[in-house]
Nanobody, 117 residues
Framework: QVQLVESGGGLVQPGGSLRLSCAAS????????MNWYRQAPEKQRELVAS???????VFADSVKDRFTISRDNARSTVYLQMNSLKPEDTAVYYC???????????WGQGTQVTVSS
């Protein structure tokens, strides 16, 4: 059974930091691209950051230079370090494990991040 379990969300003031974690089980973790998405109220889900098995990363323009993504293949865990948080970063953050070929993906349950004073 595949599980992705996110943690680390919460309430933070503007300018603050949070680190999200996503622990995977039931998959060959290193073979999967790991993505963080977010969805704000009444908005579409958007890709925030991505890291492949070799450590290559991609970021949305809105979070470049503020967020970093990393993975620990030995622990089957991916992290999203979020710095200089802004109110517009408020959203539910989801972890996705994606195997491109053959395509297979799994999602976590999401963790709420609220940036507010």
């Amino acid at each position: 059974q595949v599980q992705l379990v996110e943690s680390g969300g919460g309430l933070v003031q503007p300018g603050g930091s949070l680190r999200l974690s996503c622990a995977a089980s039931g998959i060959d973790f290193s073979a999967y691209v790991m993505n963080w998405y977010r969805q704000a109220p009444e908005k579409q889900r958007e890709l925030v950051a991505s890291i492949n098995g070799r450590g290559s990363t991609v970021f949305a323009d809105s979070v470049k230079d503020r967020f970093t993504i990393s993975r620990d293949n030995a622990r089957s865990t991916v992290y999203l370090q979020m710095n200089s948080l802004k109110p517009e970063d408020t959203a539910v953050y989801y972890c996705q494990a994606l195997r491109p070929f053959p395509r297979e993906d799994y999602w976590g349950q999401g963790t709420q991040v609220t940036v507010s004073s």
